[in-house]
């Protein structure tokens, strides 16, 4: 694999669970649905103005344009969200400041308003709908999408994720994800519980991207709800019986 748009490939869909959400089945996915919801979501993120890095234009200095800033939650829009902005050759901010400089916000609906955009910027609201009109839905608007993503060139070394202070490319994370998913025996019919913020660019690596490229599933846990092992922050315990530290995760 040279690009995260390579985790999402036509050819890894397969009726294997993706992602868990334990009590909502409507919104789980196998690798079948995931990866043609993943092509949604870039296309829809492209028709509101996200570009690849690359294309960045000399009055475009902070790349907002190449950026796509994500309010953190254990929700599968998230995780969508990040893989569609992969697929564009543009970068993903998680826990964005209150200006974030990004082309698109994506929030849950009760938050979404908590933040300033640059001029033109666009916002999604998922979970819960916002009262603006001028918010989008995620998954009505995501749903109507072209179910096909036509060939984008990507580099490896295109920054894929931020967090704010250092960029790191498609080719880091997937040194980084091969790594993990070698390490913990990552296969088919495992599923790695998220319970550390995705605002750790670790997190992403060890909760998301790990299990993706092994073929086994992203668990979003609710209470009760456990995985093969668990991606917990620093001194955070979790009820599996095997947790990967954050400090654990080399990035």
């Given at each position: 694999?040279d690009?995260?748009?390579?985790?999402?490939a036509?050819e890894?869909?397969s009726?294997d669970?993706?992602?868990?959400?334990?009590?909502?089945s409507a919104?789980e996915?196998?690798y079948?649905?995931?990866?043609t919801?993943?092509?949604?979501?870039?296309?829809?993120?492209?028709?509101?103005?996200?570009?690849?890095?690359?294309?960045?234009?000399?009055?475009d200095?902070?790349?907002?344009?190449?950026?796509v800033?994500?309010?953190?939650?254990?929700?599968?829009e998230?995780v969508l969200?990040?893989?569609g902005?992969?697929?564009l050759?543009?970068?993903?901010?998680?826990?964005?400041?209150?200006?974030?400089?990004?082309?698109?916000l994506?929030?849950?609906g009760?938050?979404?308003?908590?933040?300033?955009l640059?001029?033109?910027g666009?916002r999604?609201?998922?979970?819960?709908?916002?009262?603006?009109p001028?918010?989008?839905?995620?998954?009505?608007?995501v749903?109507?999408?072209n179910?096909?993503?036509p060939p984008?060139?990507?580099?490896?070394?295109?920054?894929?994720?931020?967090?704010?202070?250092?960029?790191?490319?498609?080719?880091a994370l997937?040194?980084?994800t091969?790594?993990?998913?070698a390490?913990?025996?990552?296969?088919p019919?495992d599923?790695v519980?998220v319970?550390?913020?995705?605002?750790?660019?670790?997190?992403?690596?060890?909760?998301v991207l790990?299990?993706?490229?092994?073929?086994?599933?992203?668990?979003l846990?609710?209470?009760?709800s456990?995985g093969t092992?668990?991606?917990?922050?620093?001194?955070?315990?979790?009820?599996e019986?095997?947790?990967?530290?954050?400090?654990?995760?080399?990035?």
């Amino acid at each position: 694999m040279d690009t995260l748009g390579d985790l999402v490939a036509r050819e890894r869909r397969s009726d294997d669970p993706a992602l868990l959400v334990p009590g909502d089945s409507a919104r789980e996915f196998d690798y079948h649905r995931f990866c043609t919801t993943a092509w949604k979501t870039g296309n829809y993120l492209r028709r509101l103005g996200v570009r690849a890095s690359e294309e960045r234009t000399s009055d475009d200095a902070d790349s907002s344009g190449a950026t796509v800033a994500i309010v953190p939650a254990r929700a599968p829009e998230a995780v969508l969200a990040l893989l569609g902005t992969a697929l564009l050759g543009a970068r993903v901010r998680f826990a964005p400041p209150r200006d974030a400089r990004a082309r698109v916000l994506v929030a849950p609906g009760d938050r979404i308003g908590e933040y300033d955009l640059p001029p033109g910027g666009q916002r999604i609201a998922f979970r819960e709908e916002a009262d603006d009109p001028a918010v989008a839905w995620f998954g009505e608007s995501v749903w109507s999408e072209n179910p096909a993503f036509p060939p984008t060139p990507v580099s490896p070394d295109a920054p894929a994720l931020t967090d704010g202070d250092r960029d790191y490319s498609h080719a880091a994370l997937l040194d980084a994800t091969e790594t993990v998913a070698a390490e913990r025996n990552l296969e088919p019919g495992d599923a790695v519980a998220v319970r550390a913020s995705l605002a750790d660019p670790r997190a992403v690596v060890a909760g998301v991207l790990a299990p993706l490229f092994a073929g086994a599933a992203i668990l979003l846990p609710d209470g009760q709800s456990t995985g093969t092992f668990a991606v917990v922050a620093d001194g955070d315990d979790a009820p599996e019986d095997d947790a990967l530290s954050l400090t654990e995760v080399a990035l």
